[in-house]
Every structure is written in structure tokens, then in C-alpha cells.
């Protein structure tokens, strides 16, 4: 973990119809809103790796009432790490967070590592008290899923999103494994095969977008369980929210239109090589937000 460069990535994402692009965006939302001026849109506003940065939270609930003040449909997720960073959420070992991520109007979560350092009974405790709904398909707890695998969230034109999250294996070693025994993480191959499953669940629940909510990244040690390793692998996939190592993909806000590859990149950035390589889905990208 990059400590000296702990950053809050905040991002725009999959804003279906109209695009929506530049750094003053969040700005202008909140200052021009016209009501009704997004009707009929969906935002996704995603966060990853808050590690305790918890200033961030009412930045992101502002945005989140901004959008929907100018009539968006907004879904707000997060990809995991969140219990754990400075002394506010680690003082309650991670509760602080789910209460600050309730308040925020967060939809959706996936689980990270550093959800374990407190262990699994710990972890459980912290989640039954979250408004949001939990996901993590690989995640098994004897041999069962210990949270929830996917959700389905429903536009009010009836739209449907599809989403499900995903663990780094990582997190069988980086936890201490005394305190999550009985949870299982699932081999590189395991992790594909349950994307996989989940991306074919949640187009026959309906889904017309696919969204997987991954504490993965994209460091060297995880090669084989990268988002990048479950993207090329599964088909099906709209959007891959990444977490886990702190990458900043593009630099920049990346806008998706209607699931089309009109997407701004950074030339030689890992996004823009990664869609050279073919690839059908795509890794978010984000904007730096430190502390
Ligand atoms: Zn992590």
C-alpha cells in the first residue's frame, strides 16, 4: 500500500445518454442545477481504498444529492478497503466507516483485505449495521457465500444494473488468518469462474449493464487474479470498478456513453493499452482526491 500517496479515488463513470466530461463537472452540478437537466440518466459515482479519508464521505454525498437534484438516477458504490486507515475508523475497528458510508448514501460495497483485519465475527458485526448492500461472490464462508454475491439495482425507466463484487485471494495472507477461519477467498481460477457465473446470473435476472465491484487491482504480485485477468477472461463485463492497488488508471475522468468505447485516455496509460489488447470491458478511472 502506498501510504505517502493514500488517495481517495473518486470517479465518474457510465454516464448513459448525454457525456459529461471534465474536471469541473462536480463544481457545476452543484452550482447550476437544473432540476429535470439529467432525466432519464444513470450516474455510478464509485470510491475505492478510503482507508479512514473519511472527509471524503460528505464530498461524495454532496455530489451524489447533486446529481439527483438535477434528476439522475445515481448509484454510489464503493470497492473495498474502507475499515481501516487512520484512527477513525480503526478505533471502532471499522464501524466508523459502515455508519459514514450510511449517512454518505452509499448502494453498494465490496469487501477488501483490510475488511479482515478485525476479523471475520468482527467484519459481520460492522455489516449488519450497513444500509448498503455487501458484495462479494468469491467470498465463502464454509463453503457458502458470507455476504451476498450480487444485486440488481432498477433505473425508474425500469433499467436495470446489474452488479456483484469480488475479494483479492490476497486477503487469505494479508488478514491474519486466525481471525477468518472458515473464510475462503477462492483460487485465480475459482475468481474467473464465479465472475463468470455472476455476469450470466445477472443477465438472466434482467441486467442490460454488467458492473463488478473488485477489490483486485492491478500490482504485479496479483498477477492471475487481476481485474485485468477476470476482464480479458469473462465477456459480459460493462464496467469493472478496481480497487485494492491504489492505481490511478487514466488520471482522468472517464466517461462511458451508453456502453460504447467513447472513453478519453491518456495515451500509453494502462486503460488505453488494455482496449488495444481488444479487450470488450474496461477499468474505471479516477481522479486523485488526497487528504
Ligand atoms: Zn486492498
Not at 96 to 103: E, F, G, K, P, T
Amino acid at each position: 500500500m502506498k501510504k505517502s500517496t493514500r488517495l481517495l479515488s473518486l470517479l465518474l463513470v457510465f454516464v448513459l445518454v448525454f457525456a459529461l466530461m471534465g474536471s469541473a463537472f462536480a463544481e457545476n452540478a452543484a452550482t447550476t442545477a437544473a432540476k429535470g437537466e439529467m432525466a432519464g440518466q444513470i450516474v455510478l459515482l464509485h470510491t475505492n481504498d478510503v482507508h479512514g479519508a473519511i472527509s471524503g464521505y460528505a464530498k461524495v454525498a454532496a455530489l451524489k444529492q447533486a446529481y439527483e437534484a438535477k434528476g439522475a438516477y445515481v448509484l454510489l458504490l464503493d470497492a473495498g478497503d474502507y475499515s481501516q486507515g487512520t484512527v477513525y475508523v480503526s478505533s471502532d475497528k471499522g464501524a466508523n466507516a459502515v455508519a459514514l458510508m450510511n449517512l454518505a448514501g452509499y448502494d453498494a460495497a465490496a469487501v477488501g483485505n483490510h475488511e479482515f483485519d478485525y476479523g471475520f465475527d468482527q467484519l459481520k458485526t460492522n455489516l449488519s449495521a450497513a444500509k448498503f448492500q455487501v458484495l462479494a461472490a468469491n467470498v465463502l464462508y464454509n463453503g457458502k457465500v458470507a455476504f451476498k454475491d450480487n444485486t440488481v439495482f432498477t433505473a425508474p425507466d425500469g433499467t436495470k444494473i446489474g452488479v456483484f463484487g469480488l475479494d483479492t485471494p490476497e486477503t487469505a495472507t494479508k488478514a491474519n488468518p486466525a481471525m477468518i477461519k472458515g473464510v475462503t477467498f477462492g483460487s485465480d481460477a475459482e475468481i474467473i469462474a464465479a465472475a463468470a457465473a455472476q455476469v450470466k446470473a445477472l443477465k438472466a435476472a434482467g441486467a442490460k449493464y454488467v458492473v463488478c465491484l473488485g477489490h483486485l487491482g492491478v500490482d504485479t504480485e496479483s498477477v492471475g487474479h487481476q481485474s485485468l485477468d477476470v476482464i480479458k477472461a469473462v465477456s459480459g463485463i460493462d464496467l469493472f470498478i478496481d480497487g485494492h492497488s491504489h492505481s490511478v488508471i487514466d488520471g482522468n475522468t472517464n466517461t462511458l456513453i451508453s456502453g460504447t468505447t467513447k472513453t478519453k485516455l491518456d495515451a500509453g496509460s494502462t486503460m488505453a493499452k488494455y482496449l488495444a489488447s481488444g479487450a470488450k470491458a474496461r477499468i474505471s478511472s479516477s481522479t486523485r482526491w488526497t487528504r
